[in-house]
């Protein structure tokens, strides 16, 4: 085996209090940063102990040891590792080695001791080529091609696809050889046998995963008696909430259980057992999964971020183009990137949404309630959880586990953040991923740059394959990159089952939505011819094949642990260029500059692999720019790059703070709200970490308080960039600052395990006060005075903005501001049905009181846990009985099923009228006709149904259209409202019937 120890690593961060300085670092296949034995250590410094080696190797005589452990002195050491020696001397100029190392190497010294100089290489050199993988990859590949080929689409088309894809990465990789790394590579090997009862429990909690979530979307899973109003008993959403997260956490146990098994979590990294219950990241995981999980997709979609993009992904899957978009009746989408809504689609797809023209709700007609919104929002939790779960290592790796756990604490109960995890938007795939990446870096600048990941390996009988932090992260790069090669291969292809037949043809796509093409407010469908024909989706794949390829060549043969998750942190930064454009990639690139240069650590820069990852960022997020540019040339590019991100950075483009002040005060003050209940502590946690650089070691580069104030710089860093980018912008929305919450809650979370380490720190001097140095028992006595007035400076600034939360005054949202923290009208009245202001008092009362008592010092471990329970339960309340009670009023789910139910008794058409919020046509899968202003058009559409025999019309509105509703239908015999004001105060459904 080759561990390797981290030179930097320093001692455990928080040996003072009692707790170790990371979490589980030997999970995802890294090797561990453990003290290491003497036989480790022998071959880090290229000392050889060859008794020791030979007992723990198993190979008798000390020179094969030492040759084994870098030892210098025998004749095989000269010749493979270039040691000193008459022989080293003899294999420099040219001379053959020893007959032992020319035995066994068929190669005269010279020639070995350059094959063995990886350092100099500028590509690692990778193992052998396995021709077999080729097969493989070809047969999955094959399969993804034909389901994106097919005409008719498939109900299980997409997980089909996905098993193609999964098997030709597989294939990939093992054409590579990668899972053949020799022997002294291998940290652990294990039987197939011995993983079939973790892959049961896996296996199991995946698929009763798949099948419930699935019945919930059909609404198998959901009653269709409703409570009072039509909003869903607590009863009813009972199943799904219990047995959803119940399902997924069995999941991750058995994920747990596999990794124990396979060898990356048997230990912890000091090499003693840790079972899963006294893992920090699986409490973390649990609580993420147990407070974001339940509800999630028990409530509707809102207006109008959720339906825009929603309707923009279901036409996706109506339409079977994933390349162009399509937008209800405002035609081509060209405002986002595509991230978001290829999650959303597949998802749909995956979990059986029927997302055909006036299909969404279909399921009412067989006495069910469905719930397409759990398909549409659980790849925003999966991204959600993979950023909180990545954050957390990234701190506990540098500071503590408590430290970690904390700060993924602090973040996960943050309102904003709680509240955009359960929102179908591009911020949280833009920010999540862009997370992800700030958290890899971290850990990569943090990591040794001698450091190799391990291997562990299984033993399937005739086969035998080793696994590690490689696959991870070259696999996640080609199953991203690889089926935007085949898709666009595919737009040459179209293959009919029924008669069975085969068209080539060049590309083209067509526009409008089907089923709905000439409804009023949708264009006739028609077909349409790209604008750059000479950039066809074949030669364009066959770019971005040669720019996957020589990714996989450049990263053919390393397994440095530094740069693997330098790598996995282009791949997060591309995801988040998919997003939301460039910025993805700008904000932690311009992070990584700044922390070079104020940390001057220059050398770092050779080390981030910016060219592999800059091809990284082009095979995986360009694809789709590209193939929108081949097909509708300038004006897409004009309305993306120049109108929704260049123009609104220097103009106000359809932001609504008409009265506001959106100065630099514009997000301090939205941030309060965002960080609720922790806003007292945010301030102080940006400029407490300046106190490390007066601690610091300069002569010492890799102390472990040195780490943690260029830890500290990076995320106040992080924060700084992303305050400053999005207030200077002059287009603003409340959820645009949500780049600077993660943060922001890392460096609170680090300043709550300061808190608690001070006071371990201070019982300690008190117990050994005779011997205490005079200068540390007046720094620890300075440092409590600085908390206690942070304390009440945090119980002050709590208290007025949980005031503002709470308090009804005249012209102020109040209660409606946590939900203005990621909605687009902030001049909606609240529901005079609703009144939270004695709940959210109650909270405000609390979270100051317990920041004042933070004064006393010898209660401020308890209060702490205190305040974090404070903030569990508000995360919980906003989640499962605000965010869920507002909904209603603020989407259109409720109102489409009163059409939708209604109208199984008496049929008749629905017509948006003087509608523009998108959930209208996503609910009624867009079959409706929609009049943005009414008038003539209006009149005259009415009038040809009434010749053709229509009787009766459905009308969803706005209250207040009414009057003008009825008047423009000219008094009809029957004019009723099928919904209420309580049920929804912005929008209702009217049934109107002529003689």
């Known amino acids: 085996m080759n561990d390797t120890h981290d030179k930097s690593s320093g001692a455990p961060a928080d040996a003072r209090d009692g707790t170790t300085a990371a979490d589980e670092t030997t999970e995802g296949g890294v090797a561990s940063r453990a003290a290491a034995p003497e036989n480790e250590a022998a071959a880090r410094d290229g000392a050889a102990g060859a008794d020791e080696a030979a007992a723990r190797d198993g190979a008798a005589g000390a020179d094969e040891a030492a040759a084994r452990d870098g030892a210098a002195g025998a004749d095989e050491a000269a010749a493979r590792d270039g040691a000193a020696g008459a022989d080293e001397t003899a294999a420099r100029d040219g001379a053959a080695g020893a007959d032992e190392a020319a035995a066994r190497d068929g190669a005269a010294g010279a020639d070995d001791a350059a094959l063995d100089a990886d350092d100099v290489r500028l590509v690692p050199q990778g193992n052998p080529l396995r021709w077999r993988g080729a097969a493989v990859s070809a047969a999955g590949a094959l399969l993804a091609f034909i389901v994106m080929a097919l005409a008719p689409q498939l109900r299980w088309g997409v997980p089909l696809g996905a098993l193609g894809i999964a098997v030709a990465t597989l294939g990939l990789l093992d054409l590579l050889g990668t899972f053949d790394d020799p022997p002294e590579r291998v940290a652990a090997r294990v039987g197939i046998r011995d993983l079939l009862g973790p892959l049961a429990l896996l296996g199991s909690g995946l698929a009763a995963f798949f099948v419930l979530v699935t019945l919930s979307v059909a609404g198998y899973l959901s009653p269709s008696s409703l409570s009072r109003g039509g909003v869903p008993t607590l009863l009813s959403l009972a199943l799904p909430a219990v047995a959803v997260p119940a399902a997924f956490l069995t999941a991750v146990v058995g994920a747990f259980r596999l990794g124990e098994r396979l060898g990356p979590c048997r230990a912890d990294e000091t090499g003693a057992p840790r079972p899963l219950s006294r893992r920090h990241g699986f409490w973390l995981v649990a609580l993420v999964t147990l407070l974001y999980l339940p509800m999630l997709g028990s409530h509707s979609l809102t207006d109008p971020w959720e339906t825009h993009y929603g309707e923009v992904a279901r036409e996706i899957l109506a339409r079977n183009d994933w390349i162009s978009l399509w937008w209800a009746q405002d035609g081509w989408f060209w405002s986002k990137p595509v991230l978001d809504f290829w999650m959303q689609a597949l998802a749909m797809a995956a979990f059986g949404v029927r997302y055909r023209s006036g299909e969404m709700l279909s399921a009412v007609a067989e006495g069910r309630t469905p719930w397409p919104e759990w398909a549409v929002r659980l790849p925003i939790f999966a991204l959600t959880l993979v950023a909180v779960y990545l954050l957390y290592k990234a701190v506990s790796r540098i500071f503590s586990r408590r430290a970690g756990l904390l700060a993924g604490v602090v973040l996960t109960t943050m309102p904003q953040w709680f509240m955009v995890s359960h929102q179908t938007m591009t911020d949280m795939p833009f920010v999540a991923t862009m997370a992800a990446a700030m958290a890899l870096?971290?850990?990569?600048?943090?990591?040794?740059?001698?450091?190799?990941?391990?291997?562990?390996?299984?033993?399937?009988?005739?086969?035998?394959?080793?696994?590690?932090?490689?696959?991870?992260?070259?696999?996640?790069?080609?199953?991203?990159?690889?089926?935007?090669?085949?898709?666009?291969?595919?737009?040459?292809?179209?293959?009919?089952?029924?008669?069975?037949?085969?068209r080539l043809h060049g590309d083209v796509f067509s526009s409008g939505s089907p089923g709905n093409c000439g409804l009023p407010g949708n264009e006739a469908c028609r077909s349409v011819l790209p604008v750059l024909p000479g950039l066809q989706p074949a030669l364009q794949a066959i770019i971005w094949a040669q720019t996957l390829g020589i990714v996989l060549y450049?990263?053919?043969?390393?397994?440095?642990?530094?740069?693997?998750?330098?790598?996995?942190?282009?791949?997060?930064?591309?995801?988040?260029?998919?997003?939301?454009?460039?910025?993805?990639?700008?904000?932690?690139?311009?992070?990584?500059?700044?922390?070079?240069?104020?940390?001057?650590?220059?050398?770092?820069?050779?080390?981030?692999?910016?060219?592999?990852?800059l091809l990284v960022l082009a095979c995986v997020a360009l694809p789709w720019f590209v193939a929108m540019y081949a097909r509708h040339g300038q004006p897409f590019t004009d309305r993306l790059l120049f109108h929704d991100m260049f123009k609104r950075a220097f103009t106000h483009v359809h932001d609504t703070n008409e009265g506001d002040d959106v100065s630099f005060r514009y997000y301090v003050w939205q941030l309060g709200y965002a960080t609720f209940p922790w806003t007292g502590l945010v301030p102080a946690s940006l400029v407490w970490w300046l106190r490390r650089r007066e601690g610091g070691a300069p002569d010492e580069p890799g102390s472990a308080e040195v780490r943690k104030s260029d830890a500290s710089v990076f995320l106040a860093m992080w924060f700084l960039f992303g305050f400053a980018l999005f207030s200077l912008m002059l287009t603003k929305f409340h959820h645009y600052i949500l780049p600077a919450v993660p943060p922001a809650a890392m460096l609170t979370g680090i300043l709550l395990d300061d808190m608690l380490r001070l006071e371990a720190r201070a019982g300690a001097l008190r117990s050994g006060a005779a011997s205490a140095p005079a200068r540390a028992l007046a720094t620890v006595v300075y440092e409590r005075a600085m908390l206690g007035a942070v304390a009440i400076g945090a119980a002050l600034l709590v208290f007025f903005v949980g005031r503002d939360l709470a308090m009804a005054r005249e012209g102020q949202p109040s209660q409606a501001r946590l939900l203005h923290l990621f909605t687009y009208n902030y001049k909606r009245p609240w529901p005079q049905s609703l009144d939270f202001s004695a709940?959210?008092?109650?909270?405000?009362?609390?979270?100051?009181?317990?920041?004042?008592?933070?004064?006393?010092?010898?209660?401020?471990?308890?209060?702490?846990?205190?305040?974090?329970?404070?903030?569990?339960?508000?995360?919980?309340?906003?989640?499962?009985?605000?965010?869920?009670?507002?909904?209603?009023?603020?989407?259109?789910?409720?109102?489409?099923?009163?059409?939708?139910?209604?109208?199984?008794?008496?049929?008749?058409?629905?017509?948006?009228?003087?509608?523009?919020?998108?959930?209208?046509?996503?609910?009624?899968?867009?079959?409706?006709?929609?009049?943005?202003?009414?008038?003539?058009?209006?009149?005259?559409?009415?009038?040809?149904?009434?010749?053709?025999?229509?009787?009766?019309?459905?009308?969803?509105?706005?209250?207040?259209?009414?009057?003008?509703?009825?008047?423009?239908?000219?008094?009809?015999?029957?004019?009723?409202r099928l919904t209420t004001i309580e049920l929804n105060n912005k929008f209702l459904v009217v049934r109107a019937t002529f003689e």
């Not at 992260?473 to 990159?481: F, H, K, P, S, Y």
């Not at 930064?573 to 990639?585: C, E, I, N, R, V």
């Not at 006393?856 to 009670?885: H, K, P, Q, S």
């Open 441 to 502: 870096l971290l850990l990569g600048i943090h990591t040794d740059d001698a450091e190799e990941a391990r291997v562990y390996e299984v033993d399937l009988g005739a086969l035998k394959v080793g696994l590690s932090l490689y696959h991870l992260v070259l696999g996640a790069i080609v199953a991203c990159a690889l089926p935007q090669l085949l898709y666009l291969l595919s737009r040459h292809v179209e293959i009919h089952t029924a008669p069975f037949g085969l």
């Open 839 to 976: 709940t959210l008092w109650a909270f405000t009362a609390a979270a100051a009181l317990l920041c004042l008592l933070l004064v006393v010092a010898r209660l401020r471990r308890l209060v702490l846990y205190a305040l974090a329970a404070l903030a569990i339960a508000f995360t919980a309340w906003g989640l499962d009985v605000y965010f869920v009670r507002t909904s209603p009023h603020w989407g259109q789910r409720e109102t489409l099923l009163a059409y939708a139910r209604a109208s199984q008794e008496i049929p008749g058409p629905l017509v948006a009228y003087q509608m523009n919020w998108k959930g209208e046509n996503f609910y009624a899968g867009n079959k409706l006709a929609a009049f943005v202003s009414s008038g003539k058009k209006f009149q005259d559409y009415i009038n040809e149904q009434k010749k053709k025999g229509v009787k009766t019309f459905y009308f969803v509105t706005e209250h207040g259209r009414i009057n003008s509703l009825s008047n423009e239908l000219g008094n009809p015999r029957i004019f009723e």
């Open 554 to 613: 450049a990263s053919w043969g390393e397994r440095r642990v530094q740069r693997l998750l330098f790598l996995a942190a282009w791949f997060f930064a591309a995801l988040s260029t998919m997003a939301k454009g460039p910025a993805g990639f700008g904000l932690p690139v311009l992070c990584a500059l700044g922390y070079v240069v104020v940390s001057r650590r220059y050398r770092d820069l050779l080390k981030m692999e910016i060219p592999v990852g």
